[in-house]
């Protein structure tokens, strides 16, 4: 199974910063990677689909970079909204595995 | 709008089984595979497996082959998962969650908590 390693594991920013969440696996997955933001007790929300195309109706701070074995989830300008877990995706390999997700707390 | 509407949740005694449902809404329940995920505290997110609605074909993680079993029923736009023998270890909230066309998973579930105890 393909293994995806976020960091780091939790991250204390203010409001109005650039964000950046790290996201590893541990073999090429040709771009097939998704970000997923979820709040507490809500399930899981597309952000970011195959490496940099925004899901309709997210907000154009989110971005997606990423090629080979490493990806990265930009917050442009954190909002307090924000405050959640994201978690990285890989399906380019059955089976599909995710991260164990960065929480991002506001300073 | 896509909707998955997840049955209640399940307080479930070790060694029994639990049929799980999942009732789509907003699409063409046929025309999008249905993925089922686990999530705990400890192992975090993990796939179950993935039916396709309209032929039944199924393909299962390795780990959950023999615990999960995928089903549908077209009439209801309706997606089962049944979990057997089940143990402490499989206490979890399960979501399904559709596939896209090029997106994998874009939709889910409210998630369901299944606790499993005597």
């Given at each position: ?42 399930a899981p929300k597309l ?8 899901q309709t109706g ?50 | 709008q896509v909707q998955l509407q997840q ?15 999942c009732k789509a809404s907003g699409y063409t329940f046929t025309s999008n595979h249905m993925n ?17 609605p ?23 736009s309706?997606a ?15 979501y399904c969650a559709r596939s896209g066309t090029?997106v994998?998973v874009d939709y889910w579930g409210q ?8």
């Open positions: 199974d393909i293994q995806m390693t976020q960091s780091p594991s939790v991250l204390s920013a203010s409001v109005g910063d650039r964000v950046t969440l790290n996201c590893k696996a541990s073999q090429n997955i040709n771009k097939y990677l998704n970000w997923y933001q979820q709040k507490l007790g809500e952000l970011i689909y195959n490496t940099n195309n925004l997210i907000p154009s701070r989110f971005s997606g970079s990423g090629s080979g074995t490493d990806y990265t989830l930009t917050i442009s300008s954190l909002q307090p909204e924000d405050v959640a877990t994201y978690f990285c995706f890989q399906h380019n390999s059955w089976p599909d595995t995710f991260g164990a997700g960065t929480k991002l707390e506001l300073k | 049955s209640g949740a399940e307080l479930v005694k070790p060694g029994t089984s639990v049929k799980l449902s089922w995920i686990k999530q705990t505290t400890g192992q975090g997110l993990e796939w179950i497996g993935i039916i396709n309209g032929s039944g074909g199924t393909s299962y993680n390795v780990k959950f082959k023999g615990k999960a079993t995928l089903t549908v029923d077209k009439s209801s309706t089962f998962m049944q979990l057997s023998s089940l143990t402490p270890e499989d206490s979890a909230v399960y090029t994998a998630g369901v908590m299944v606790t499993v105890s005597s």
